[in-house]
């Protein structure tokens, strides 16, 4: 379970995160989709992977967190919200508003 920390607006809220708690559900969905992009397939090289795990860094170089349903749609950072995408896909895909289900 998430730590609840001080949101910025000056509310507690289960969707604002510590730093710490950020990292490890970045390295959970790194890990989780293979440290490859969902949309293209794109992957970091070996060395860039081990590199950023053995020490420990929550990101990789190429490789970007994207809120499948945006932030500014209510979306929250939590692992099932979240997918791994290289930096060109992410910037291709925008903030785009959530699909309506009827």
């Not at 809120?67 to 925008?94: A, K, M, W, Y």
């Amino acid at each position: 379970m998430a730590r609840l920390g001080r949101h910025p607006s000056g509310g507690t809220t289960a969707s604002f995160r510590s730093a710490a708690a950020r990292r490890h559900i970045r390295r959970e969905v790194y890990t989780r989709d293979h440290f490859t992009c969902r949309t293209c397939k794109w992957r970091p090289t070996e060395w860039q992977i081990a590199l950023a795990t053995a020490t420990g860094r929550a990101s990789i170089p190429g490789m970007t967190l994207d809120h499948i349903v945006p932030v500014s749609h209510g979306g929250r950072f939590e692992n099932d919200n979240l997918q791994t995408l290289c930096e060109d896909c992410n910037r291709e895909r925008g903030n785009p508003a959530p699909e309506v289900q009827l």
